[in-house]
């Protein structure tokens, strides 16, 4: 299998610069999207400072065959250890988290800054998800999308315990309070996940500029109905269109044949 992606990022109609961030690397593998927060100087800075290290700590674990899963202590409660990749992607996040948290720390103008990042890395036959904050990825498959990760926010909190319907979630006031960031803490735990690739899978990293205007069922029929490499620019012209009220990225990943 070879994998191909696209990208497309705006400003927005509401905003004056953009925080977000991303990385589509087809040679290595990887994709991330990451939205800033923290202001014009610190939303930019961390979130590019997340997809900088991310990428230069994969691309250092992919050529020393991926030794943290070798240095990687016991996993608490007994669990078994991470998987080789996962291992290599928790340590990049750990390590974009710290060198943004001191930062932070070491300059008044960028306190409290943080960013979301949501990353795929493809080896072999399979996916591997790092997830951390409310950006979202997305796997189209056989006509139909999936949402494969779990937004770290209050509002998730809130419909995850029976508080908020999803209809609800979607219309408040307080859906853009994450709950877990890269950089604001001095660490983070991302959420990790290994999928089993299929040709023909098609998947969607975006921030929530995208998410907040675009639901999984229309993520499916614009894909349907576009080429993917047209796909992304799309997404963001429907979020532009229908408000554009934060920035907007997206990145489309297509799993081909070798041939």
């Known amino acids: 299998m070879r994998v191909r992606g696209w990208v497309a990022s705006d400003v927005g109609r509401k905003r004056d610069h953009n925080e977000d961030s991303y990385l589509c690397h087809d040679d290595l593998g990887l994709y991330v ?12 800075r961390a979130s590019r400072v997340a997809v900088e290290i991310f990428e230069r700590e994969m691309a250092r674990a992919v050529r020393e065959g991926f030794p943290e899963a070798r240095a990687e202590a016991p996993r608490e409660g007994g669990s078994p250890a991470l998987h080789p990749v996962s291992a290599a992607l928790r340590h990049a996040t750990l390590e974009a988290d710290d060198a943004i948290f001191e930062a932070a720390r070491s300059n008044p103008e960028l306190a409290g800054m943080g960013t979301t990042l949501t990353g795929l890395y493809f080896r072999e036959a ?20 999936r949402q494969l990760t779990e937004d770290h926010s209050w509002i998730q909190e809130q419909v995850r315990a029976g508080f908020l319907s999803p209809e609800e979630a979607k219309e408040s006031r307080f859906r853009n309070i994450i709950t877990r960031s890269v ?3 001095p660490t983070v735990e991302p ?6 690739l299929q040709t023909g899978d098609c998947y ?14 229309e993520i499916a029929q614009i894909l349907t109905a576009q080429y993917y490499g047209d796909a992304a620019q799309v997404f963001v012209d429907t979020a532009n269109e229908r408000g554009g009220d934060d920035n907007v990225t997206c990145v489309v990943v297509y799993v081909a044949n070798d041939g």
């Open 126 to 145: 399979h996916l591997h998800l790092c997830h951390v904050g409310d950006s979202r990825a997305f796997l189209y498959r056989d006509g139909k999308a």
């Open 204 to 217: 969607v990293l975006c921030s929530d500029g995208l998410s907040n205007y675009v639901s999984v069922e």
């Open 33 to 44: 999207v990451a939205d800033g927060m923290g202001g014009h100087l610190g939303g930019e």
């Open 191 to 196: 959420d990790l996940a290994v999928v089993p």
């Open 183 to 185: 950089g604001f803490e």
